[in-house]
């Protein structure tokens, strides 16, 4: 389902964010109505906050929802030009199914997930929300939990540059990939950061071709700017709200 908010059209930095903090980014519970536009406002507002005033954007500016991409910058001043823009979450898929089928306030063990972890079954499911996942074994440290992490947000790349070229993505002069980062179990900013030059050097520098010129990783905290040129940047998260957590 398409989001049909109106664009956003702002003149500044403070515009753009006074505007943004007017924008219903209330989000469903998971199997209680939530549509990937929802999650998409969700992850936008917080982005765009964040890099209003980075140098990123120029104003004035025109925010457009949209669809392949999601998003749509348009900078209409002397730099003028326009930036499709691309959002996923990166969640388990495992952990977004036990996620619908739990109580909010349920206390739930997080299983150690891998990007390659095959759907469990229905039956299997349920018995985790049932036990609250007490069974499970233990999750085996640190290295594992950043070596997970970063094999997911990898391959969520990867399956969004398979899609971009290979179905009806409208190209921009410039194209961003703004991933969510809702991986469970999540490892602490600091050893996501120790591991961020080499993330970005397997974003594009490896034996595939990434067509967007911009990556972006963005959670509660932080957001990670990755491109061709340079190290990767680094932004504290600006925009804060009682909604701002995806569960």
């Given at each position: ?8 059209e ?18 469903p519970?998971r ?6 536009f929802?999650?998409?406002?969700r992850?936008?507002?917080?982005f ?14 025109r925010?457009?929802p ?5 998003l749509?910058?348009e900078?209409?001043?002397?730099d003028?030009?326009?930036i499709?823009?691309e ?5 388990p898929?495992n ?24 759907c ?30 970063k ?7 990867k ?8 179905e009806?993505f409208k190209m921009?002069q ?36 990434n ?10 905290d ?9 190290d ?16």
């Amino acid at each position: 389902m398409k989001d049909t908010r109106k664009p956003i059209e702002a003149t500044s930095p403070s515009d753009l964010t006074r505007k943004l903090d007017s924008w219903d980014i209330y989000l469903p519970e998971r199997g209680q109505g939530r549509k990937t536009f929802h999650t998409e406002r969700r992850t936008t507002c917080p982005f765009l906050h964040t890099i209003s005033k980075t140098g990123l954007l120029s104003y004035p500016l025109r925010v457009k929802p949209d669809d392949r991409p999601d998003l749509v910058l348009e900078l209409m001043g002397q730099d003028r030009r326009q930036i499709g823009v691309e959002i996923t979450e990166a969640i388990p898929q495992n952990w977004a199914w036990i996620a619908s089928k739990a109580n909010q306030n349920d206390s739930m063990f997080v299983p150690e997930s891998k990007i390659d972890d095959p759907c469990w079954t229905k039956d299997k499911i349920e018995k985790y929300v049932e036990t609250g996942g007490k069974n499970s074994p233990p999750i085996m440290g640190k290295a594992t939990e950043i070596r997970n992490w970063k094999d997911a947000i990898l391959e969520f790349a990867k399956r969004k540059a398979h899609k971009f070229e290979n179905e009806e993505f409208k190209m921009y002069q410039h194209n961003w990939l703004l991933i969510h980062d809702n991986w469970t179990p999540t490892p602490s900013n600091s050893t996501i950061l120790g591991v961020s030059n080499r993330l970005g050097k397997d974003l594009y520098t490896s034996d595939w071709n990434n067509p967007f010129d911009k990556v972006f990783i963005q959670n509660f905290d932080m957001i990670l700017e990755f491109s061709r040129q340079g190290d990767p940047i680094t932004y504290p998260v600006t925009f804060r709200s009682k909604f701002m957590k995806i569960q």
